[in-house]
């Protein structure tokens, strides 16, 4: 199954903090996280592995709870450079090739 | 620099005709994919293979064709039986699929297909 993602779209302004939601029914193994701006191609930006590591970038920070089957993505201090659709990425189980199942995405908006 | 190429990075066709768009990398990585992103749907896996030679269907495979003959390149035929084949077409690799990880993607620039 899809995870859900929350909201499905913030506006922030400069320097404003902002989190972004990723649930899944299912058990997570590892959640992975990418960022696309308009007309571009989603970049890594972080993946939690199941048990605890955490791989980061800059001023965003990202949390994974197991048991609740979720994960938080956390922007500080947003920047303009920040916009774009945040989508979150889950293996869809054990023994399954690493294949990511996507959520449908957060469009964040950053104005000055 | 290492990085995966697609081509063409617009295209548009008739209804009722094949079309292959191309993906090639050159990562050395072993497992790529084809994903398909509508508007307010996220990516939905097409087709993804491991190794040359091999690949498996994903959740939306029907209508469309893909080969693996080389490390290197994963092209992607939208066929006429696809029955909405408008959309922004990705293709991605990682280093292999069966770690996590060893998971993450690298994305090409897209194909936006747009079928008249």
């Known amino acids: 199954q899809q995870p859900v993602q929350s909201p499905q779209a913030v506006i922030l302004r400069e320097g404003e903090d902002a989190v972004i939601n990723c649930s899944s029914s299912k058990a997570l193994y590892s959640v992975h996280w990418y960022r696309q701006k308009h007309g571009e191609a989603p970049v890594f930006l972080m993946i939690l592995l199941k048990g605890g590591e955490q791989k980061g970038h800059e001023k965003i920070s990202a949390s994974f709870n197991e048991k609740k089957q979720q994960s938080s993505l956390y922007l500080t201090a947003s920047q303009l450079s920040y916009s774009g659709t945040y989508f979150c990425g889950t293996e869809r189980g054990a023994g399954s090739q690493g294949n990511l199942i996507f959520g449908k995405g957060t469009k964040l908006s950053v104005k000055p | 620099d290492g990085g995966i190429t697609q081509s063409p990075k617009y295209l548009f066709r008739k209804e009722g005709q094949n079309v292959t768009l191309s993906c090639e990398q050159n990562l050395n990585h072993d497992a790529m994919y084809w994903y398909r992103q509508d508007p307010g749907q996220g990516l939905r896996l097409i087709y993804y293979?491991?190794?040359?030679?091999?690949?498996q269907k994903g959740d939306i495979a029907e209508g469309y064709s893909v080969s693996r003959e080389k490390k290197e390149s994963f092209p992607l035929t939208v066929t006429s039986a696809q029955k909405n084949p408008t959309a922004f077409y990705l293709c991605?690799?990682?280093?292999?699929?069966?770690?996590?990880?060893?998971?993450?993607?690298?994305f090409g620039a897209g194909s936006r297909l747009t079928v008249l």
């Open positions: 991605a690799s990682s280093i292999d699929s069966g770690s996590s990880g060893a998971n993450v993607l690298t």
């Open positions: 293979s491991q190794i040359v030679n091999d690949f």
